[in-house]
């Protein structure tokens, strides 16, 4: 089995060919001289360090060799190390911490990469940019001067501390108690689970990010503030001094992503500080949390790239049985030329390959919204739960593909791709669950603001059929995208009139509802990218037929799910309501 | 989180109100008297002996003491012994075996129970029933005299010897050789893998029914002939003799169903008996195989059940924010009251009653068929692939929503859940993949023979249509399961049309073809089970009102998948085929 092979010509593609990045982000230099060595060096990095370090660090996992400590698997400090160095941990940060400032449209892509590699360990780093995010946002200049140039560094790690035992979805709930000290500081009190590397051996410190209660705060979400909790405290230069007390009490067993630390995080009048205004913690982590999906939804494009390459591979070196047409006649044919085969591997990679360029897509309206494109952040923050949930399950399924086409081999872990399946699975569940996202999708981006975000969506579609609509070859792509974009309209109309008066209804069509909008921007990207390969018809560059030919497989074989999704959508809340649902029935 | 729950009520209402198996069999006893008993022994055996055995088992996996010998997880041996002395293992198994000669219509639903209870423990005595059928079937009076009441007893255990590292679907390809010897016996010599049970430590005996070839076999699948090589060999009454050299080499790291030791089987020269004819081994094999084909579909079945007890369980217990109308205002709500988790709940209900319906009804024709019923055999054989395939690619994606209506919590190995998807992850791969199952399905069972095994499916759910048709409350179901089954009639026949001049139509459209074929039986199944529903109607028992409920979800939420399954494969060979796929355009 080759490593981890970094799908940097489709990259390019995106790039270059499909959403052309230098024209769009005027002065950030993203030139093939720029843009080329830097995801060379990430495929090397990637294939040379944490590729080779992602099945054994599932089989060791974590431990905790003391109490409170926690070890990460053999090489994930050293490969830590080299990563800091590269300069890979301050790629997003701004120049002013450090950082290269890099598009994220760049940045994202580049952390589909490493994530495909070794999701386990990206997720160390991931969370630290995570935490940089929220500080950059909400921190005041003194937080921001001390912590985020050695977040950027990779010096001190951060993390995110919100879920509490009886406190996940529904963060209104939670009980951790912040009481002022004289000084400005709070005395930090509580138990937080699930705090991916809250404790680890990679970094000398670690920045929590809390959510907690001040003695006087209402009940519900408007009551909970955002403090940051050192691992160390630390003099006014960063310095380190004695142990806080916060610390790991116990690490999870997981299905997947093993070698990520999950910590339930013992906060035992921990000292912290508040970052932003009392009352605001909830706003000042969804600054955060929002970019946070879209780097979960790049997880789980890495996921599936990942099992996709492995799966294609294998196909191409398994011989067994006679194919069709596509046979050779003499001897057993390798699988991929059987056409069950190939219709598994085609689901794998149309999912693949239009995940990315929605996801490069949504990275470049996150550019634009943060050069002052208001637009373009009503168009990032309508497909913010798309990528996240849709990839996530997109993920999921194909990830389970690729073990399907590895037949009885799949199934044994030295064979290394149902790891894929296992670490994948988390993503639905974290960051908001998938189901919650439908929700914040129907019900915060679509209803709320009536309509406004998916007129411009829809506008957007409608431009480029309109500005293709010359093109013969296209048109049967081109109307079957205006077809979907259709019933995407008249379900959400539906659904509009009747939300008010029925309770359960959004709940009840969410999720068939994102599933049906995120083929209808699979549709449009794959119809976009179907129409980069037609201009460029006659290139010696295989990508551009490529893409054409993936391109009719999705529409022939993965858009007409938009049909029963609309039908589940019209049936509305009566049939999930009426069953009278119970445990003790059985 | 509380044990095992046996689903004994839905099992009875299957055998009692929907088939009414007492009739249909006449002269086997299946009275409430001796049926009740029955699964509520099984409900006690698996809630109290194998279901505490599950999380343990999986944690600790199978083990390899010493070289060949495998040690299976604590108290795997115990529960076996209990198991055996229960007479469980000879249910099936003819009276002049000491076997119960149990109808399989209640046999294989007893075995949904012990599955769902513990998969990779009730795999053990599972392998050795198919090896009972198998030698049962096709072994000489001596073979049968000598192994099948020891097989029935449980005192020594069966498997079947089929893969080879490289022929797995393709078992043609295979290499084991078994040379004759002066006295009537064979050599045998090769290597086997994928061996389920092929080493334990539960009996004292293991027969290992062997595919292997002659020296002067042709290739291809016309040279196998089978063999029966025990581990120890015997005399004629069947004391142990010495030590046969089939040896395990090692056991694999799987997935799921850790604790069953799935096993290299080195044969080096072990004394084996040839089976049945020369030559025709694959033949033998298959008698076992299309009923292992449905013995795994139950174990999907168990799966499924299984996760889904436990996400109804949790989703009663867990309370998170505030639920539309079926919320109570104060204070977080249960999330069972979401109308999204009722959502995920209501898929895994349906799939899972409904699978368990058309299970019931499959092992009704298997015993119909056993007393002469021609057109029950082919009901059968029509519709095994497609309880193999449909009900395990159901039991992934419904143990895969128990985990994710745990949310973050899912993810946990403590909480149990996770472990369903991973082992029922295998049941699309093993006893020929999922695919293989479709094209079995569409080329040999439809194709083959002109439609005519379809043809009395239709005819069935037409005369069902017909008898209902006065029914006011039925009308709906009825009218969409006409159009589902009409669907189904036009897709066969354009396919039909096409298959010969097109040698890639059958395998790229087989896979969905089997799944409408899988929808257009349950939508039968859930149509019939809302009838009986109706019929009873003011019983005070309320398995009746949520049969029709559910029933309705089922229509309007998951058979409209039978929508965009037809315009895929109307769709045809050429979205597959036109790609050219390949590792190196990356």
Redo the contacts between chains.
Sequence with gaps: MTGY?A?V??IRFLLCDLLDVSQQLPGADLSSDIIDPILEAAATFSREVISPLNRSGDEAGCSMPAPGEVRTPAGFREAYQQYCEAGWTSMGCATEDGGQDMPFVLHGLVAEIFSGANMAWTSYPGMSNAAYICLAANGDAQQRKLYLPRIASGQWAGTMCL?EP?????LG?LRTRAVPNMNGSFDLTGTKI?ISGGEQDLTENIVHLVLARLPDAPSGTKGISLFVVPKFLHDDDGHLLERNPVTCGSI?????IRANSTCTMNFDGARGWLVGEAGKGLAAMFVMMNHARLGVGISALGQMQAAY?KA??Y??ER???R????GLGAG?DAI?R?????????VQ?AYVEGSRALIAWASLQHDLAHRGDAEAGERLALVTPIVKAFVSDCA?ECT?LA??VF????????TGV?QH??DA??I???EG???IQ??DLLGRKVLMDGGERLRLLARDIAGFIEQESGSEQLRPLLSELGSAAKTLDMVTRQIAKSAAS???????V??PYLRLCGHVCLAWMWARMAAVGHAKAGSED??Y??KI??A??Y???LL?????LA??IE?G???????????S??
Excluded: W
């Excluded at 009886?166 to 529904?170: C, E, I, N, Y």
């Excluded at 194919?323 to 596509?326: D, I, L, M, T, W």
């Excluded at 007409?560 to 029963?564: A, I, N």
């Design positions: 092979a799908p010509r489709d879920t009886h406190a996940g979805t529904d709930l699930f999870e067993h997981k299905m997947g390459q294609l591979a196909a191409e011989r067994q049985g194919a069709g047409a596509g057993p991929i059987h056409a069950d085969v190939r219709r598994m591997l085609l990679k999921v389970s073990i399907q037949g009885g081999h799949g199934f044994i872990r030295e149902e399946l296992r699975r988390i639905p569940l974290y669950a998938n189901g439908a929700m029925d309770p359960d209804l959004v709940g009840s969410a999720v295989p990508v037929a490529d030919a993936t009719r497989f529409f022939a074989c007409p799910e938009v049909r029963s039908v589940q049936a809340s009566a049939p999930v309501i009426a069953v009278a649902l119970s445990h029935n059985h």
